[in-house]
C-alpha cells in the first residue's frame, strides 16, 4: 500500500472554521425571533445544513480526502432524503 | 516464526491457543467463517424442529399437539431464529468470510479482529435471545416481526428477544464494514472492478445494504425497548403515536433485508453455472449492474408489506411501482443464468443440481411475488398462507438452496475431503420434492383465504394441509440424508488434495486444498476476467 | 498473525460505520418529522417550553470542542505531543460540560413533571407527549454519543502519551476525531428541531 501524503490542516483555518460556525449559529437563533412563518423551519434546516456541510469538509477532512469519500457522504444524504420522501408520500396524503 | 519447508493448512495450524480456544479466538478469515457455519447448523436445525411440530400441529384442525399459545410463541422464535441467525448472516458470513479474501486474493479481511467482534457479538445476541425462552413470563408470541402496539402490550419476554436482534444488527454492520473495505483496499494487483468474480459483487452490494439498512431496525428495536421500558408512546395510539409509522421503520430495514439474503445467493448461483456449463457466463456486466440496481431500488420498495395497513393511495401506488420495477434486475440475472447454461457442456454433479433448483423455485418465488406486489390481489392474500409460501419459496427456496449449492461446490476446498455424491444427490432429490410438496399446496390455502399464524382451520382446508404436512416430513428425511453425509464427508471423507476438482476458474481453485494459512504465499496477479473458458 | 497497516482502509471504515450512525438518528429524524407534521402547533408551544440559552450555551461550546478535536490532529501531524495532549483534554473537559448542562436540563423537566410515562405530561395531549418523547430519547441517544466519545478521547489521550500513537501513526486519533464531529453534527440538527421551533 503506498504511503500517502497527509494534508496538515493549519490551526489558522480551523479557527476560522469555529468563528463562521459561531456566527451562522447566532444567525440561526437570531432568526427565532423574526416571523417569517413556515419559513423559519427552512431557514433554520437551511443554516443547520450549512454547517453540516462545513463540518463535513473542514473539521472531517473531506475536502481534502480523494473523490470516493465526498461521493459516498453524498449518496448517504441523498438516500436519507429520498427514504423521508417516501415515507411522506404516506403521511402527506392520508 | 520459523520457515517451514511446506506452508501449513489453516486446519492443522496451532496458534497461542489449542483445541476449540483455537477457533473461537481465531481471527483467520477462514475459521471465523467455519465458527458461523456451525452455528448456524446448529441452529438451523433447531429451527427447522421448529416448523416441523408446527406443520404437525397444522395436520389436522383443532389441537393436535399443541394450543394456540405454544403456536404462537413457535412461530415467533422459528422466524427469529431463521431470520436473525440463519438467513442474515447466512452466506455472507459463511462463504463470505471463507472466500471473499481468498477470491479477490488477499490473505485475510481488512479488519481481522473486528471479523471475530462479529462472531462474538453474533453468539452473544443469539444467547439473549435465548434467554427470552426460559424467564419466568413465557417466549414471546408477537411473532418476529414485533409489531406495535401488540409488542409492548403483550406480557411476554419481548425485551431480551428484542435485545438480542438488536446486539446480532451489530455483528451484520461490522461484517458489512469490513467486507466494503476489503473490497475497495484489497484486491489482488490486476483486479479490477470489472474483473471481480460475482460472488464477491454480489457481497459488495450485500455489504452496502448491512452498513445502510441495518442501524433502521437498530433504531426501531431501540425504541420498541424504550416503549416498553419508559412507556414513550411513538407508537401508542394511547398516547398520539402511530403503530404504522412502527410498520414503516421496520420494513425499511426488513425489505432491504430480502436483498441481504437474496443477493449473495445470487452470487453464488452466479458461481456455479459457469464452471459446470463449461461456459463464460453470459452478461457479465449486467449482472453486476443489475445487482446494484437491487441493492439501491430494494430500498424503496418497504411499502409493499403495508398495503392493507391504511396507508394513504398514493403511498400504495408508488410502492406498488417500485415494487414491480425491482423485479427486472432479478429477472435480467435469471435470463443470464439460463443463456449461460444454453449449449454449454454440462456437468451433472450436486452443486449443479442445486443451482438449477434454485432457478426452478426462485422463479416461482419471485413471479408470485409479483402477485403480492399488486394492490388488488394482496387485499386478497394480505396474511394468508400465500404469503408464507412466497417468502418460504424466496427465503428457503432462494437462500436455502443456493446455501446447499455453496456447501456441496466449496466443500471439498474448505475440508480437504470430498462427501459422497451420490448420497448428497438422493438428499437433494428427496430434499426437492419435500419442499415442493410443502409450499406448493400452501399457495391454493392461501387463495381460498387460510389465514397464517393460527394454529386452527375451517374443516375445508384439511385436504392441503394434509399433503403440506406430509410434504414437511419428506423435506426433513431429505435434510437429515444431506447433514449426515456431510458431517460424516467432513471428518472420514476421501482426502483430495487436488486444486481444483469442478475445474473452477476463480481463484480459490488456485490455492491449496485445504487453503493454507495465507492463502497465497505470494499475491497473484491478474490479468484475465473471471470465468474465462474459450 | 498477518498485520498490515492501512490507514486509508482504517479511515474508510470508520466513515462507513459514521453512515451507520447517520442513518440510525436519521431515522429519529424521520420520526420526527411524521409527528411535527401531525402536531405542528402542540410542536411550536412544548417547544417554548425549553430553555434556548442552555441550548445555545451546548451548541457553542460543541462546536468548540470539535475545534479542539480537529487541532490535536495537526498538533500530533507536527509533532507537537503536549499541544495534543492539552487539546485532547480541553475536549474531554467540554464534553463533561456539555453532560452537565444536559443533567440540568433534563433535571428542571422532571421536576415540572415532564418525562416519559409521568402522569403530568399524559394530560398535556398527543402532540406535547410525543414531543418530550422525542426530546428526551434523541438527545438521551445523544448523551450516550457522547459519553462513549470520552471513553475514547481518554483511551487516545492515553495512547498519545504512552507514544503509540505519534507523528506518523495517528488514525486511532483521526477516527475519534471523525466519530467526534458526528456526535457535533447530530446536535447542529437537534438544537433548531428542539430549541428553535417557530
Ligand atoms: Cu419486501
New interface residues.
Partial sequence: ?SEEKTHIVPYKTQVIVLFVLLILTGITVAVTRLEFGALNTLIAMLVAGIKATIVLAWYMHLKYEKR?LPMLVAG?VI?FL??LF??F?????? | MESPTKPISYLDYK?EYKGILGWIFS??HKRVGLLYLYTMLAFFSVGAILGLLMKIQLIAPGYTIMGPQTYNSLFTLHGIIMIFIIVVPGLPAVFGNFFLPIMIGA??V???RINLLSWWLYAVGILIVLTSQFMGDGPPDTGWTFYAPYSFQTATNVLPAVFGAFVMGFSS?LT???F??TI???RAPGMTWFKMPLFPWTLYGTAWIQ??????I???L??II?ERT?????FDPA????P??YQ??FW?YSHPAVYIMILPAMGVISEIIPVFSKKTIFGYKAIVLSTMAIAFVG??VW?HHMFTSG?????LF??SFLTFLVAIPSAIKVFNWVSTMHKGSLDLQTPFYWAVSFLFVFMIGGLTGLVLGSLATNVHLHDTHFVVAHFHFIVFGGTGFAFMGAVHYWFPKMFGRMYDANWANLGWGIFFIGFLALYLPMFYLGIMGMPRRYYDYLPEFHGGNIFSSLGAIVLIAGLMIIFINLVRSARHGTKISEKNPWGGTTLEWQVDTPPTL?NFEEIPTITGKPYDYN | ??EHR?D??AK??MW??I???L???G??F??YA??RS??PEAFRIAGEELDVTLGTINTVILLISSMTAAMSITAIQKGNKKLCLQLLGITILIAVIFLVNKYFEWGAKFEYGFY??SPEL?EL???T??FF??Y??MTG?HALHIIIGIGLFIYVALQVKKDKIHQTDHVWLENTGLYWHLVDLIWIFLFPLFYLIH
Fill in positions: 500500500m470516493l448517504v438516500l429520498l427514504v417516501v415515507t408520500f404516506d403521511y402527506s396524503y392520508r | 496458534g481471527t483467520d490473505k485475510d481488512a479488519f481481522p454492520i458489512g464494514i469490513n466494503v473495505v475497495h483496499r484489497m452498513i445502510l439498512a441495518t442501524p433502521v437498530g433504531i426501531t431501540l425504541l424504550a419508559l412507556g414513550i408512546g411513538f398516547l398520539g403515536g402511530d404504522i409509522l414503516h421503520l425499511i430500498y424503496f411499502g396507508m394513504s393511495g398514493r403511498a408508488a410502492f495465507e | 498473525m498477518i492501512d486509508q482502509g474508510l471504515g462507513l460505520f453512515f451507520t450512525e442513518l440510525l438518528f431515522m429519529l424521520v420520526v411524521v409527528y401531525m402536531h416519559p410515562g399524559h395531549g398527543y402532540g407527549i410525543l418523547g422525542l428526551f430519547f441517544v
